[in-house]
T-cell receptor, first 109, second 111 residues
Framework: EDKVVQSPLSLVVHEGDTVTLNCSYE??????LLWYKQEKKAPTFLFML????IEKKSGRLSSILDKKELFSILNITATQTGDSAIYLC?????????FGAGTRLTVKP | NAGVTQTPKFRVLKTGQSMTLLCAQD?????MYWYRQDPGMGLRLIHY???????AKGEVPDGYNVSRLKKQNFLLGLESAAPSQTSVYFC??????????FGPGTRLTVL
């Protein structure tokens, strides 16, 4: 059965800290891995990864995929209180899209 | 463009009642999805569609039915609601090999 596992489930840090969020997966016919940020409403897209070893970067956020070891990480540097959210990892296999349980990040001032 | 819209935003049902949730998108996307989100469980896929007239089961399809009669609409039906279906329901759409766009969600409570 396909599964997507995120860790940690929750994380509390202080402003300025760097955090690393993990996503491991076991799926058949992998196509892509996506990261989303969810605040109070619908998830918003961050990154889509399809190739191993190629870092995607947007401001203080970056992500990379390892298709051999079947995982991805999402890094956030110099965290701010506005980064507080649930970060969701999703893996596309065939036409199915499976999500992990999410990591709840809390950034304290 | 309105993007992805969902109707209604909130609903309270009694056990055994039926209802239909409507998802509409104006981006001409082929793929559409229905998810439910419960505390601590991320998003779980209920049903999805890869094009007009097609539907497929996701991870948690029991108790739900769907239809995709028009490309822009994806309907989720509950024939006999149960308290276990209390959840927040999200619809999403995408073109192949791209990210999903999500609707604002429908909060459903079944008493």
């Amino acid at each position: 059965e396909d599964k997507v596992v995120q860790s940690p489930l929750s994380l509390v840090v202080h402003e300025g800290d760097t955090v690393t969020l993990n996503c491991s997966y076991e799926v058949t016919n992998f196509r892509s891995l996506l990261w989303y940020k969810q605040e109070k409403k619908a998830p918003t897209f961050l990154f889509m990864l399809t190739s191993s070893g190629i870092e995607k970067k947007s401001g203080r956020l970056s992500s990379i995929l390892d298709k051999k070891e079947l995982f991805s990480i999402l890094n956030i540097t110099a965290t701010q209180t506005g980064d507080s959210a649930i970060y969701l990892c999703a893996v596309e296999a065939d036409n199915d899209m499976r999500f992990g349980a999410g990591t709840r990040l809390t950034v304290k001032p | 463009n309105a993007g992805v819209t969902q109707t209604p935003k909130f609903r309270v049902l009694k056990t055994g009642q039926s209802m239909t949730l409507l998802c509409a998108q104006d981006m001409n996307h082929e793929y559409m999805y229905w998810y439910r989100q419960d505390p601590g469980m991320g998003l779980r896929l209920i049903h999805y569609s890869v094009g007009e007239g097609t539907t497929a089961k996701g991870e948690v399809p029991d108790g739900y039915n769907v239809s995709r009669l028009k490309k822009q609409n994806f309907l989720l039906g509950l024939e006999s609601a149960a308290p276990s279906q209390t959840s927040v329901y999200f619809c999403a759409s995408r073109v192949n090999y791209n990210e999903q766009f999500f609707g604002p969600g429908t909060r459903l409570t079944v008493l």
